[in-house]
Every structure is written in C-alpha cells, then in structure tokens.
C-alpha cells in the first residue's frame, strides 16, 4: 500500500444497499476504534455536491454521456484533493459509496461503449483505485424498486428503466473478474445483518 490509511468503496446497482453497508461497516469499524471517513459520490466535498445536483437531478437526456464523464470525474477530482487524501494521508479508513468504477459502468457502457474515453480521463485526473471494493450484486427488479421506494428528487439514472439496471449488473460482475485482485462480491439478496456480516468479515481479514 502506498498510503498509511485504508481507501474502501462499495459498488453496485442503484438499490443494492451500499449506502446501508457503508454506514453499518463505519459504524462496526468506529466501534472497534477505527478512525473513519465515511464519503460518498457523486459528491463527498462541497464542490462536488454542488456537481451532484446537476448530474442526478432533471431529464436522462439532460447531458451526453461524454459530458457526464467530465463532470463525474470533476467531482470526483475535487473530492480526492478535499477529503479523500487528507483523510488517508492523516492513516484513517475512507468508506466511499460509489468511485471511479461507477463512471466506468454508467457512463462507459450505458450509451454505447465509452469504457476508453472513461479509463484515459480516470489515468489523467485521478490516478488511483481503493485498496479493496466490495460489490453488493443484486437483483435488478428488488434494486430498482427499492431505490424508486426511497421517492427522492435524484432520480435520473432510476428514470432510465429496468434495462439499465441488467446492463449494470451484468457489467460490475465483469469488471470484479477484470479487477479481481481488489474486488470482493457480496451477495446483496439477503437480510441487511447477514449481507453486513460478510462485509465485515472481509475488511476485518484485510486489516490483519
Ligand atoms: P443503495 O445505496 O445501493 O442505493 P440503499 O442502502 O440506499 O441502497 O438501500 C435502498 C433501500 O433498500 C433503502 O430503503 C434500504 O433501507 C433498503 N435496504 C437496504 N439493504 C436491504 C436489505 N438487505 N434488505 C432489505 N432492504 C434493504
Ligand atoms: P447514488 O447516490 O449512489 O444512488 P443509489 O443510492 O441509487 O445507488 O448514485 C446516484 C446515481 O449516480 C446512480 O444511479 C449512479 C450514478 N453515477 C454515475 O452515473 N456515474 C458515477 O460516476 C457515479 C459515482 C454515480
């Protein structure tokens, strides 16, 4: 590892309960005296929440997925020099709901294959990966209507429909086989404490 602290995401479909993950391990992980940063993205520092809105909020034909990939990885830039590499810098474990390969699934694949224009913007304004990704696979029809149960104003990607999801899900379990080395899949189709329980197992034997 290249830095002192402990850089992890959580990946998945929209619904798939990386929020709910990510909170529950930074609470376990606080619990045992870890310090945490738990972030997330589209957003995670004031800039890039200020970008959140623009890009999850409006039409699915609001913006090309070319200007998409610009404005996610301008979040994400302003998100890494803000709160990301101070936090791993000071030796703390960052727990960050979606990164980079959200950019490479979303707008790499969604409206025709983007995946190099992604993988060269991500090679020249961010540079790194998380030490480890946990992927909640899931089912895509529970994960759709569970993120539209939410009823909230972020809905633009939730309003491209069911397809998108498949398509999503089909291509984070091709990405974990090419990232093998950092990704772990967890089965998401379970009760909240059993899915935690495997997440904790993970990271706890990575800590060791
Ligand atoms: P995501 O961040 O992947 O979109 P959330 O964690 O926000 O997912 O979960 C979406 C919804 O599903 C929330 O209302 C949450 O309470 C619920 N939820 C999360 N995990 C589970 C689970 N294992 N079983 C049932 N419902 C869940
Ligand atoms: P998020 O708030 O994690 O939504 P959810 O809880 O429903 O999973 O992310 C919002 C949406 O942003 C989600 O539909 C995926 C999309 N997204 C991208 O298209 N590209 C990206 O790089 C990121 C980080 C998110």
Redesign the pocket.
Known sequence: MTHAGLFLTFE?I????????ARMLAEHLQGSGHEVVLTREPGGSPGAEEIRSLVLEGDPDRWSAETEILLFTAARRDHLERTIEPALAAGKIVIC?RFADSTRMYQGLSRGDLRGLVDQLHSLMIGREPDMTML?DMDPDTGLS??K??QGTEERFEDFGPALQQQMRAGFLALADEFSDRFRVVD?N???DS?AQDVTDIVMAALR
């Open positions: 998945g929209d619904g798939s309960g990386k929020s709910t993950q709901d909640i569970r993120a149960g939410r998401g379970r009760d909240m899915v």
